[in-house]
């Protein structure tokens, strides 16, 4: 407790203060931008970040990350179009009720929602994270591996559209993640004798590629795309106590929701958005309303897609575990400053963790206030044409990959990765599990290898240790699962009525 | 475009990835067995890419199967800026070499590339020629003023 008062004193200072301004500001812009993500922000900053005290460096990335989950709510509700795919529900009722001569309303409700989601995923974060960590901790070799096996099947089986393609993309990030000299051997393997490879791919240049370079050449593709946007009021953007007292039962559930979906490894806010929203629809007096400018629909989508921050920050802080892209980009930004996650990062780095918990607290009021206050110049924000964004974004992606290490090599590597993303994502190869595939990779044949050692070589521990087992259950039933549902939806199909 | 190769930028990943996989399944079996440790650096990136050469076979097949389908792609509602986006590349790889290269400023040289760029996505237009102008410049020193006198990183510089 009392290290949480520090953390929290801590951020009160002038400069994490002004950090955190500045990183829940800009996500909140980011996020209304259509074309730009809080990912590719946070991919941006991190290599500013290197020139800053850890601690600072965190609590600007986790605002950033509170801010642009947030901010793409006003484009989902006044452009049509989600800032980042965690709005998509919010564009189905968000924006009918904009039409309908309610801008404020809807993106009012979208923003207390979204701060309720905030507080009740935080409490989640203050009281799990510990715990789980101390399990976390009693981890071996086998269990880590099984658990990064967990995140990797679950990541594929997930992904929208194709599983198959899902899988492909993890496997590539896994197996993209392997060139350069072997730390259990010392020996280079996959490089072909370029000698500039015997470091493997850089976090940060893969990172800046596939986020950021990757959606400089979407835009530009499509930048004669054409938006039906609202005129935005702020008629009705606070919520009154009768508001709140409609809702609640609605927040509360579709929190708890967004808070278990961001648990799970590389889930994601769209998905707690989409389960929430559903949620509210089955249980609602009024489903037909849903799609039609429904303030359930808005609120159900929006507390969800909040809550996922806090819950996704569990795993990442108690496991070293990413549970969403944001989280495996902050994982890299922890690397970059040589702090290990994973279940000893409370006991080596608790201030880091503290910060991390008080950021996600602070920030998310932060957040409400800024978009209560300034939603109408956001909003306008958005207009900011991407004739001028997308040269900006590729020079500051150039730049920001160059400056970590003064190599011009990892410049390369970032514009090739740029095009690998952006034929990825042409391909609906999901960038998510690629990047979380590359990042937890090393850490899992890292484990493997060890525990092959412990063993002298069997493979029998992966059955032998109960939790080793469940965890490889777990994951073997999530890769089964989607194929037997798929597989039984084509055979109902198939029999005549 | 032929039926078949509709879906092609995952038929080009796919066929890609078969290849690439190939290539590094041969440059693996060339690493030598581990000595002290069971399983060496070789099987796992073996295994990876035995698993992704069948993956993408399996969808290589899945996605010229669901191609031949009678059903026309939607057509977009505008066309895609493909040479912008070509332009805007070598543009890039130009300036990435020119860095590299440290003969012109970085301030001097990513003002141009800003504004050349801005000058080919609006077609020249003129009224954001101004403001493209304004922007280039001060974001190209301004960049190298806080990369190199704050976070001081070697740019290249007069």
């Given at each position: ?8 004193a801590y951020v009160a200072h002038p400069l994490p203060f002004l950090l955190m301004l500045i990183g829940t500001f800009t996500g909140i812009v980011v996020g209304a931008m259509p074309g730009l993500t809080g990912a590719m922000l946070i991919t941006l900053s991190l290599p500013l970040t290197y020139f800053m005290d850890p601690k600072n460096a965190v609590i600007m990335l986790v605002s950033m990350y509170v801010g642009s989950i947030s901010g793409s709510l006003i484009t989902a509700t006044l452009l049509r179009i989600p800032g980042t795919p965690a709005s998509i529900m919010t564009t189905f009722d968000g924006y009918p009720m904009a ?399 | ?158």
């Open positions: 407790m009392s290290e949480l008062l520090s953390a929290f039409q309908q001569g309610r801008p404020g309303r809807a993106l009012g409700l979208g923003i207390g929602a979204s701060f309720f989601g905030g507080l009740v995923s935080w409490v989640a974060l203050v009281t799990l994270s510990k715990p789980l960590s101390v399990i976390g901790a009693r981890f071996g070799p086998w269990e880590i591996f099984a658990l990064v096996m967990v995140a990797l099947v679950l990541i594929a089986s997930i992904s929208k559209g194709s599983m198959v393609k899902g899988l492909i993309a993890g496997l590539l990030g896994v197996l993209l993640s392997m060139p350069g000299v072997d730390p259990a051997v010392g020996a280079p393997r996959l490089t072909f004798g370029f000698d500039r490879l015997n470091n493997g791919f850089q976090l940060l240049p893969v990172l800046i590629g596939v986020f950021a370079m990757s959606q400089v050449i979407r835009d530009v593709l499509d930048l004669d795309e054409k938006s039906e946007a609202i005129t935005p009021s702020r008629a009705g953007i606070w919520l009154t106590l009768a508001d709140w007292r409609k809702h609640c039962w609605n927040m509360l559930r579709s929190s708890i929701i967004g808070t278990w979906i961001g648990i799970l490894p590389g889930v994601g806010a769209s998905v707690g958005s989409i389960v929430a929203y559903t949620s509210a629809k089955n249980l609602s007096k009024t489903p037909e309303a849903f799609g039609t400018g429904s303030e359930e629909g808005i609120v159900a989508s929006e507390a969800a897609n909040n809550a996922t921050i806090g819950g996704a920050l569990i795993p990442l802080i108690a496991l070293g575990i990413p549970g969403s892209v944001v989280d495996a980009i902050l994982i890299a930004a922890l690397l970059l400053h040589s702090i290990q996650p994973g279940p000893l990062l409370f006991i080596n780095n608790s201030d880091i963790v503290y910060a991390i918990i008080a950021t996600a607290l602070v920030a998310n009021v932060f957040m409400f206030l800024m978009m209560g206050f300034s939603a109408g110049l956001m909003s306008r924000l958005m207009y900011m044409s991407r004739l001028f964004l997308a040269p900006i974004v590729l020079v500051l992606s150039v730049l920001g990959t160059f400056a970590v290490n003064n190599v011009i090599f990892d410049v390369w590597v970032m514009l090739a990765f740029g095009l690998v993303g952006y034929l990825m994502d042409r391909a609906g190869m999901p960038l998510g599990a690629f990047v979380i595939g590359f990042v937890l990779a090393p850490l899992g044949e890292e484990k493997l290898r060890t525990g092959l050692m412990i063993s002298g070589g069997s493979f029998a521990p992966l059955y032998e240790r109960p939790m080793t087992l469940i965890l490889l259950v777990v994951a073997s039933l999530t890769l089964i699962w989607p194929l037997l549902s798929a597989w039984r939806n084509r055979s109902r199909q198939r029999t005549p009525r | 475009m032929p039926r078949l190769l509709r879906d092609w930028p995952t038929i080009l990943m796919c066929v890609l990835i078969f290849v690439a996989t190939g290539i590094l399944i041969h440059e693996a079996s060339s690493i030598p067995a581990g000595v002290f440790e069971p399983l060496g650096s070789a099987p796992i990136p073996i295994a990876v890419c035995a698993a992704l050469a069948a993956l993408s076979l399996w969808q290589l097949i899945l996605s010229l199967i669901a191609n031949r389908d009678d059903k026309a792609p939607k057509a977009p509602a505008h066309a895609p800026r493909r040479l912008d986006v070509f332009i805007l590349l070598s543009l890039t790889v130009l300036y990435v070499y020119l860095i590299g290269q440290r003969v012109v400023p970085y301030a001097v040289l990513t003002t141009a590339m800003l504004f050349l760029c801005i000058a080919t996505l609006s077609r020249f237009e003129r009224s954001k020629l101004m403001p493209g102008i304004v922007l280039s410049v001060a974001l190209g020193f301004g960049l190298q003023w806080v990369f190199t006198s704050l976070l001081y990183v070697d740019l290249p510089t007069w």
